[in-house]
């Protein structure tokens, strides 16, 4: 997940560095790139973060658990996310794919920032999350139906909402 201001900085450390050793990687933007293939994705009407790409996550996973509906795990993460893979295949090869995992940093809304709850837990995908490829069969037919619900939510959390 990244946007076009990052496009030539962290995307491109990332591709030279720990992206090398995934097999299946898929980038989101709201851009159309020559030198890279991306998938261009566009804000929802009434979306009230738009700069910071919030409203990306639901439409990315849909789309990842479309091209990949039989994977074992789907690793979302932002474009200044850098990780171990072999750590990550290790961490994931201990849970079922078969089984619901939400599977990340587990986070909760600064008091600070205008959320609407503060209890809510979930993910961060600062850290960068895993979802099973059981819960993301589960949720893709509740999230097509969120996509338009939560449009003042970082993507993270309106992700533990559905």
């Known amino acids: 997940l990244t946007s076009n201001r990052f496009l030539e900085t962290r995307l491109r450390s990332q591709i030279n560095t720990w992206l090398r050793q995934v097999r299946h990687v898929v980038f989101y933007s709201e851009a159309d790139l020559a030198w890279l293939p991306t998938v261009g994705i566009h804000p929802p009407s009434g979306e009230q973060l738009v700069g910071g790409g919030a409203w990306k996550n639901f439409p990315a996973l849909l789309d990842l658990h479309r091209r990949f509906p039989d994977k074992k795990w789907v690793f979302f993460n932002d474009d ?3 990780v171990f893979v072999r750590n990550l295949l290790r961490t994931l090869s201990g849970y079922d794919p078969d089984r619901d995992y939400y599977i990340g940093l587990y986070w ?3 008091i600070d920032m205008e959320w609407r709850e503060v209890h809510i837990a979930y993910a961060s995908g600062g850290a ?3 979802l099973s490829r059981n819960l993301l069969r589960r ?5 097509e139906g969120c ?3 939560y449009t003042r939510w970082a ?3 309106s992700l533990s909402f559905p």
Request: no cysteine; aromatic share 10%.
């Open 80 to 82: 200044d996310t850098y």
């Open 108 to 110: 909760t809304p600064r």
């Open 128 to 130: 960068g999350y895993a």
């Open 139 to 143: 949720l893709s037919p509740i999230m």
């Open 147 to 149: 996509q338009g619900n």
């Open 155 to 157: 993507g993270d959390v």
